[in-house]
């Protein structure tokens, strides 16, 4: 069995590829490569060999168990989790998928979190009436910095593992967790996504009484660090990982198409509502996948709830106070983001103590959503504007009263 070798460095993969000819799918697969650390060719070859969502799921668990028999730890944890990706969240086989992945990444990753001071901590913060998982990267020499960080809509923090033991390779103390509708406290406790992520992430930097905080937030992550940066005090500097000014802005780069989208999805949702309602309860769920995933990762029931939650995802009502220090990275070509909602969340951070802004582009590969083909160039934003940061508070240091 392989395992990852403690004395090499990570070193994040650069490049987006076709892996398959469906869009979405593409995007999935690219995911296995440049967050997972898979392999390449193997991802091309086993891509290659997906038609549908079907095919999906049966060609990505029979290459994760062929990959597992082979001793290919890395290869197989990623496999299965992206193959429970687009699995019904009843289906016997997810959560089997997730529970796989994720403890071959702690068999893969486990020197790490083993010896007199492990590199990486796994610890348990209390949260309601369950609790949420942390990674804490040490770093090698003294700090340089705390970083607290988090996903968006239903990810887990294997994804985000390589890149931020990165960072802790430039000197940052890095908390990683898991809330809400998030890896194994929605797997394991049923516990959805909410919108006060501030609740979530005080937990955290409560439980570890850090202070000075980065928070950075990634994919949803990027309205939830936000959010949460108006009402925790603990946090000094505020990331976000492609950006959510408001949902009903990132639809289209056009005002009037954007305007026009949430009409109509208005129209939808509270005027037929009851009709969506009806189909779902009379196919319960089958047929319907977007709004079944949608009412479990969200803890709602009904098509008006899910409106009143999603239209939730709005930092606007809360841009008196957001007053840290911001930094927005997306991407040109981000598939789940308005180009043009990079300008506006920086728009809307009227009251910040500073707003810088980094898109990546096609050029960069690293332009579609969360940078995927290029999460370098992102950590590497994140190190330097805190350094520049620093600097910048050496400077202010001079103004003489």
């Not at 197989?76 to 992206?82: E, T």
């Amino acid at each position: 069995m392989d395992k990852y070798d403690i004395s090499k460095p990570f070193v994040l993969p650069v490049g987006m590829h076709r892996l398959n000819p469906n869009e979405s799918f593409n995007f999935q697969l690219n995911r296995l490569v440049n967050f997972d650390l898979g392999d390449l060719e193997e991802v091309r070859r086993v891509g290659a060999q997906i038609k549908d969502l079907k095919s999906w799921k049966t060609v990505l668990l029979q290459a994760a168990d062929e990959e597992y028999e082979k001793g290919h730890l890395k290869s197989a944890m990623g496999f299965y989790r992206m193959a429970e990706f687009y699995m019904d969240y009843e289906d016997p086989d997810a959560l089997m998928a997730w529970k796989k992945a994720r403890k071959l990444f702690f068999q893969y990753y486990e020197d790490f979190f083993t010896g007199e001071n492990p590199i990486v901590e796994k610890w348990d913060v209390p949260y309601e009436d369950y609790s949420m998982p942390v990674l804490k990267m040490n770093p090698d020499g003294e700090s340089r910095g705390v970083i607290v960080a988090h996903g968006g809509f239903d990810s887990s923090y294997e994804e985000f593992f390589p890149q931020m033991m990165y960072l802790r390779q430039q000197g940052y103390a890095v908390y990683l967790f898991e809330g809400p509708g998030q890896g194994e406290c929605i797997r394991l406790h049923g516990a959805p996504l909410v919108i006060e992520w501030e609740k979530p992430v005080m937990a955290v930097t409560k439980y570890f009484d850090l202070t000075d905080v980065t928070l950075v937030g990634e994919s949803l992550g990027g309205f939830y660090a936000p959010r949460a940066s108006a009402f925790d005090e603990r946090v000094t500097r505020c990331v976000s990982i492609a950006q959510f000014p408001s949902l009903k802005q990132n639809f289209a780069d056009s005002p009037f198409v954007a305007g026009l989208t949430v009409v109509l999805l208005d129209i939808v949702l509270y005027g037929f509502g009851w009709l969506i309602n009806l189909i779902y309860r009379l196919k319960k769920g089958k047929g319907m996948d977007f709004f079944r995933t949608y009412y479990h990762r969200t803890g709602t029931t009904n098509a008006y709830v899910l409106a009143k939650f999603l239209w939730s995802v709005d930092l606007r009502p809360l841009a008196d106070k957001l007053t840290r220090d911001y930094l927005i990275i997306g991407g040109s070509r981000d598939t789940m983001n308005s180009r043009s909602s990079i300008g506006q969340q920086m728009y809307l951070l009227k009251n910040a103590r500073s707003i810088t802004a980094r898109e990546i582009t096609e050029k960069e590969q690293g332009a579609d959503h969360c940078n995927c083909g290029n999460q370098q160039a992102a950590m590497d934003m994140i190190d330097l504007w805190i350094e520049s940061l620093r600097r910048r508070d050496e400077t202010l240091k001079r103004i003489k009263e």
